[in-house]
């Protein structure tokens, strides 16, 4: 932690890594889109990991679930996309991916949100864009977020940019975020790198801050 014009100003993950001032995003780690992760076993592992350490650490847990509008609602830009991702040329023929019922728009249960935790929806691919969570981390005293989970160079990628732009210090748990496409991902994390704009860590030494934070 560094000081400055009387701000402490983080600089590693020990400086954040505090349930009075970090909260965990579990992003989209719903049944339809973790089993088209890649290593989607393993990094459904590392997330649990992480999940019962902050649990058992007191610290707040907000997941993401994202879903699908009927057609007839859901406007141009879900249409055009359900027609990129589906591969069809007309929006007629495209179907809503995560209609809020089914099976696959469910979070898996091997980290099913507790009652003292929230889920909340969204149809965008930003954690922040159309939900209250922003009000919600800013109401808790939060000012440093770790995120993990599903997909990282589709949806944490945005959400990681979003958070550093509203004043959020991110921390990314790698190898608890899963991937469709491996250069994607290779371009997201240099991006992270180059960038700045986020700490990357790995789950074990995450892990092993969370439980060092509640000694």
């Keep these: 932690m560094k000081k400055a014009y009387g701000l402490d100003i983080p600089v590693s993950r020990e400086g954040v890594c505090h ?17 088209q992760a890649l290593n989607a076993q393993q990094v459904t592992s590392n997330v ?8 058992q650490g007191g610290y707040h847990i907000f997941f993401s679930r994202h879903l699908s509008l009927p057609n007839q609602a859901a406007g141009v830009s879900q249409l055009r996309t359900a027609m990129a991702w589906q591969r ?6 495209t179907k809503p991916g995560f209609p809020r019922d089914p ?7 091997e980290v099913m949100p507790l009652e003292s935790e929230v889920i909340l929806e969204k149809l965008g691919m930003s954690f922040f864009v159309g939900t209250p969570l922003e009000m919600a981390l800013r109401d808790c005293g939060v000012s440093a977020i770790a995120i993990f989970g599903v997909v990282l160079e589709i949806g ?11 004043g959020f210090l991110p921390v990314v748990v790698e190898d608890g975020c899963g991937s469709i496409n491996e250069q994607a991902r290779k371009r997201s994390l240099d991006a992270f790198a180059f960038g700045s704009s986020c700490i990357v860590t790995d789950s074990a030494t995450f892990c092993e801050q969370i439980v060092r934070s509640g000694e």
Aim: overall charge negative.
């Design 88 to 93: 069809k040329d007309r929006a007629e023929e």
């Design 19 to 35: 349930p009075d001032c970090m909260a965990l995003l579990v992003y989209d780690m719903q049944v339809g889109i973790v089993r």
């Design 156 to 166: 944490i990628e945005p959400t990681v940019r979003h958070a550093a732009d509203l």
């Design 103 to 109: 099976p696959q728009a469910q979070i898996i249960p």
């Design 48 to 55: 649990v990991s992480v999940v019962t350490a902050a649990r």
